[in-house]
């Protein structure tokens, strides 16, 4: 599985940006998505994931910003950033494979992680 992650820019703070990772190769092998970001100086955190059967959680800094989705053909998967800060400036990057049941979880041999895209929001 390769996944191709793009979108990252620069935007002024309450701006919105809209993040693609496309996956490739053998797809059935991913059963779960998300999106973790890291910025400058920190760890790597979950920004958002769907679990199989659509289970949707957000970090807690979300707040209702950001709206993670897939395409029906479950190949590419979006993440929606609306009301920007400039704390959000990070990498980020996307994250796909097979998870136990309804979970995120990812079996370490089923666990692969896109290239990042950066993300800066000016203040």
């Known amino acids: 599985v390769q996944l191709q992650a793009c979108g990252g820019g620069l935007v002024q703070s309450g701006g919105s940006l809209r993040l693609s990772c496309a996956a490739s190769?053998?797809?059935?092998?991913?059963?779960?998505v998300g999106w973790h970001r890291q910025g400058p100086g920190k760890q790597r955190e979950l920004v958002a994931s769907?679990?199989?059967?659509?289970?949707?959680n957000y970090g807690d800094f979300v707040k209702g910003r950001f709206t993670i989705s897939r395409d029906n053909a479950n190949t590419t998967t979006y993440l929606q950033m609306n009301s920007l800060k400039p704390e959000d400036t990070a990498v980020y990057y996307c994250?796909?494979?097979?998870?136990?049941?309804?979970?995120?979880?990812?079996?370490?041999?089923?666990?692969?992680w896109g290239q990042g895209t950066q993300v800066t929001v000016s203040s």
């Open positions: 994250r796909a494979g097979w998870a136990y049941s309804g979970t995120y979880a990812l079996l370490p041999r089923y666990d692969w």
């Open positions: 190769g053998k797809i059935s092998d991913i059963n779960a």
């Open positions: 769907i679990a199989e059967g659509g289970k949707i």
